[in-house]
């Protein structure tokens, strides 16, 4: 089976900074990967699909890219409403999802 | 618009069973596969099974034997069977939609997700 290391496990950024989540999958996955924001007693919300189509209604401050094994997500901007777990999610065959990252507010 | 509901949740002493319903609106429910994924307390996600348009079955490691995935597209609901419960097996369970139909053949994640049933095996 296919396993996702998800990077950062959590951090924490001030409002207005950059912020960069990795993803690797153990093989090969072309572009099978979903990127979710999830906030506390909520179900997932899709954000990024294809690994890098935004979500129709998904503000543009966030992004997603790579292909392969190697993919990043990013918030160009972070703003208080952020604050969630966000985590990947690869289809390539058997699906599985990153650990996720807890994105905190300095 | 698309609504996805799961009910079905509970306590359930473990070695027991339940079973889960996700209830479908807003779409042609009998073109696309539906997901269940759960939420262990305070943990992260994990896919648990889906099932296809035509109904094929695939299951985690950890559940497959024990738990059983069907559909009723006569209901627009899909159904979670549950059996020989364990304590690991506590978490909320989420019911999703693939994004892209079974037939149009492409790898697809998730597009809409049911708000959650908590299931709890515990004695």
């Known amino acids: 089976d296919i396993q996702m290391t998800q990077s950062p496990s959590s951090l924490s950024a001030a409002v207005g900074d950059r912020v960069t989540i990795s993803c690797q999958a153990s093989?090969?996955?072309?572009?099978?990967l979903d990127w979710y924001q999830q906030k506390p007693g909520k179900a997932p919300k899709p954000l990024i699909y294809?690994?890098?189509n935004l979500e129709t209604g998904v503000p543009s401050r966030f992004s997603g890219s790579g292909s392969g094994t190697d993919f990043t997500f990013t918030i160009s901007g972070l703003q208080p409403e952020d604050i969630a777990t966000y985590y990947c999610?690869?289809?390539?065959?058997?699906?599985?999802f990153g650990g996720g990252t807890k994105v905190e507010i300095k | 618009e698309v609504q996805l509901l799961e009910s079905g949740g509970g306590l359930v002493h473990p070695g027991g069973s339940l079973r889960l319903s996700c209830a479908a609106s807003?779409?042609?429910?009998?073109?696309?596969?539906i997901y269940w994924v759960r939420q262990a307390p305070g943990k992260g996600l994990e896919w648990v099974s889906d099932?296809?348009?035509?109904?094929?079955?695939f299951y985690a490691d950890s559940v497959r034997g024990r738990f059983t995935t069907s559909r009723d597209n006569s209901k627009n609901t899909v159904y979670l069977q549950m059996n020989s419960l364990r304590a690991e097996d506590t978490a909320v369970y989420y019911c999703?939609?693939?994004?892209?139909?079974?037939?149009?053949?492409?790898?697809?994640?998730?597009?809409?997700w049911g708000q959650g049933t908590l299931v709890i095996a515990s004695s």
């Open positions: 099932i296809s348009a035509g109904g094929i079955t």
């Open positions: 093989q090969d996955i072309s572009n099978h």
């Open positions: 999610h690869q289809y390539d065959i058997v699906p599985s």
């Open positions: 999703a939609k693939k994004r892209y139909t079974t037939s149009s053949g492409r790898r697809a994640g998730l597009d809409y």
């Open positions: 807003g779409f042609t429910f009998s073109s696309y596969a």
């Open positions: 294809g690994a890098s």
